[in-house]
């Protein structure tokens, strides 16, 4: 059997592996569908008029679990993201494609450097829109709470103020907010289901005024005026942080340039020059200069990322 006929085999097999799993996740995601639905009706009997956001459309208050294991689901979470098929279609289209196409222009070397950096560009494409997503949050988070303060100071309680303020809130972070009230008619407290929320998308600001309702709510006290400083201090840190990223761009921006640079030439040449690649690697001096250069490589990357980080 030839070359291209083991190749065209193994593809099928990818693709056969591929069909059966987005089958077993459809059928996963008819019934937690089905389970949802219930859910969503359970919940309209016990509160109907909190089921409609500002615009008057109807949204599921209960969201349907999502495969996987926990971080794997709070990643997608975080990402804005619902796994499906489609999904997953387009992240592997592509790389199967980069693939087959490195394996025919270059040899194994340049399908595993290939497959290697799709996967290192699609996660920072999802990470990118998750550093997004968060900053977005967060700049939302102290007009949520001015408004919050200001149905608190009339005399409405520290739930009701919430779950009205909750639908004047736009995406993003309607998300985590509509999670925490469906936790809250679910039986949970005000704090515990803020504080659920906050750990699942890495809110720390929504940790912190979650702690702040959950003394209100314990021992009493103004919480009115706690959160009303509260959106005061987030907004000041937050033009803080963009002054100090605009004063740091420059440095941040060349320590990405000098760690990303030598793993993007080196890649370069062992995709379109993999006989020099392999000159080095057959001779035991070439051999050891490559582990010392890539251990080099992730030490000075590492100090890099601490530097870009500290700025």
């Known amino acids: 059997m030839t070359a291209p006929a083991l190749w065209l085999m193994a593809v099928a097999v990818l693709l056969l592996a591929l069909g059966i799993l987005l089958w077993q996740n459809a059928k996963s995601r008819l019934h937690q569908n089905a389970t949802s639905d219930f859910v969503n009706q359970q919940i309209r009997s016990m509160a109907p008029t909190l089921d409609a956001d500002a615009d008057g459309s109807d949204q599921p208050l209960f969201l349907p679990a999502q495969p996987g294991p926990r971080l794997w689901r709070h990643f997608w979470l975080r990402a804005g993201v619902v796994p499906g098929i489609a999904l997953y279609a387009g992240l592997l289209l ?13 040899g194994v070397l340049s399908t595993v450097c290939a497959v290697l950096m799709y996967l290192v560009l699609a996660y920072f494409r999802l990470w990118l829109k998750i550093t997004r997503r968060h900053q977005k949050m967060v700049h939302q988070l102290p007009a949520f709470l001015d408004t919050m303060v200001r149905l608190t100071t009339i005399g409405n309680s520290l739930e009701s103020s919430f779950q009205a303020t909750l639908l004047t809130i736009d995406a993003p972070l309607k998300e985590p907010l509509n999670r925490a009230n469906l936790l809250i008619q679910a039986g949970r407290s005000l704090e515990h289901a803020l504080a659920q929320e906050a750990r699942t998308f890495r809110l720390t600001e929504l940790n912190l005024v979650a702690a702040v309702i959950g003394v209100a709510l314990r021992f009493g006290g103004r919480a009115d005026t706690v959160l009303e400083r509260m959106a005061s201090f987030m907004r000041d840190r937050e033009q803080a ?15 990405w340039v000098l760690a990303l640079m030598p793993i993007g030439l080196g890649a370069f040449m062992v995709m379109f020059n993999n006989d020099m690649f392999m000159l080095m690697w057959d001779d035991s001096v070439g051999k050891q200069l490559l582990f010392g250069a890539t251990v080099m490589e992730f030490v000075g990357a590492y100090w890099l990322y601490r530097l870009a980080k500290s700025v």
Do not use: D
């Not at 592509?94 to 025919?104: E, H, K, R, T």
């Not at 942080?241 to 320590?255: F, K, N, P, T, V």
């Open 94 to 106: 592509p790389g199967l494609v980069l693939a087959i196409l490195a394996m025919v222009f270059g």
């Open 241 to 255: 942080q963009s002054e100090l990223l605009a004063l740091s761009a420059e440095i941040r921006l060349s320590a």
